[in-house]
C-alpha cells in the first residue's frame, strides 16, 4: 500500500541546514513533494521532483532523491525563524492525482 | 488573485447532526480535492472531482461522508449523523487541469464533534 514516513521533529540552530528526511513505500510515485504549513495557515508548496531526477535545488532549498531506497530529504540552507514550520514530504501518480502526504516533520528552530 | 477558499472556517456541532462545508475553488480550477487533517496527522485524501464528476472518492471513509460539485465549481461536503471521531481540519484544494498542475490548497474548516 502506499505510505510516507518521516520523522516528527527536528530542532535546528538558526543559521544552520536543516535537513528533513522521508521514505515512501510507493515505487510507481511519480511526484514527490515537500509541503510547508504554519499555524493558521494553509498548506503551501515548496517544491516537489519528478521521479527521473535526483536532485533539484531552488535558492535555500535543495531535494535529493534516491528512487533505489524511495528516500526524499529536503535541505533548508541558512535556517531562518521564518522557517519554524510543520513540514509535510507527499507523493502521488500524476499531478492532478490524489496526493499521499506523511504525519509531517516539525521543524524548531533554537536562537 | 483569490485562492480557494472555505466557509465555515470552524464549525462546532453535536454529534448525530448533519453539516456541510463549502469549498469555493480558484476559478477556472477544474479539478478540486477534498482532504481531511487530524490533529497530529498528514491530510488525507477523501475525494477528487473532476468538473462535476466525481473521479475518485475511494478515500471516503464510510457512507456518512457525501460530496457534490453540481455546476463544476463550488463544491459542497456533506457528513450525516456526525461522529466525535469526524472531528478535524478539513482541508479542499484545486488545480488547473488537464496534464496535471500544482493543487492549491485552502486554509480549511475546523469540525469539532462535541
Known amino acids: 500500500g502506499e505510505d510516507v514516513e518521516q520523522s516528527l521533529f527536528l530542532s535546528v540552530r538558526e543559521g544552520d541546514s536543516s535537513v528533513i528526511n522521508c521514505t515512501y513505500t510507493?515505487?510507481?510515485?511519480?511526484?514527490l513533494y515537500w509541503y510547508k504549513q504554519e499555524p493558521g495557515a494553509g498548506l503551501q508548496l515548496l517544491t516537489y521532483?519528478?521521479?527521473?531526477?535526483d536532485m533539484k535545488q531552488d535558492q535555500r532549498l535543495t531535494v535529493l532523491l534516491n528512487k533505489k531506497d524511495k528516500h526524499l530529504s529536503l535541505r533548508i540552507a541558512d535556517t531562518q525563524t521564518g522557517d519554524s514550520a510543520i513540514y509535510f514530504c507527499?507523493?502521488?501518480?500524476?499531478?492532478?492525482?490524489?496526493?499521499?502526504f506523511g504525519k509531517g516533520t516539525r521543524l524548531h528552530i533554537l536562537p | 488573485g483569490a485562492g480557494v477558499s472555505q466557509t465555515p472556517s470552524n464549525k462546532v456541532t453535536e454529534k448525530g447532526k448533519y453539516v456541510e462545508l463549502r469549498c469555493d475553488p480558484i476559478?477556472?480550477?477544474?479539478?478540486l480535492y477534498w482532504y481531511r487533517q487530524s490533529l497530529g496527522q498528514g491530510p488525507e485524501f477523501l475525494i477528487y472531482?473532476?468538473?462535476?464528476?466525481?473521479?475518485?472518492d475511494s478515500g471516503l471513509p464510510n457512507d456518512r461522508f457525501f460530496a457534490v460539485r453540481p455546476e463544476g465549481s463550488v463544491s459542497t461536503l456533506k457528513i450525516q449523523r456526525t461522529e466525535r471521531g469526524d472531528s478535524a481540519v478539513y482541508l479542499c484544494?484545486?488545480?488547473?487541469?488537464?496534464?496535471?498542475?500544482?493543487?492549491?490548497f485552502g486554509p480549511g474548516t475546523r469540525l469539532t464533534v462535541t
Open positions: 507527499a507523493e502521488s501518480m500524476n499531478r492532478d492525482d490524489k496526493i499521499i
Open positions: 484544494a484545486s488545480s488547473l487541469t488537464s496534464g496535471g498542475g500544482e493543487q492549491y
Open positions: 510507493d515505487s510507481s510515485s511519480t511526484y
Open positions: 472531482f473532476q468538473g462535476t464528476g466525481a473521479a475518485d
Open positions: 521532483i519528478f521521479s527521473n531526477m
Open positions: 476559478s477556472g480550477h477544474t479539478a
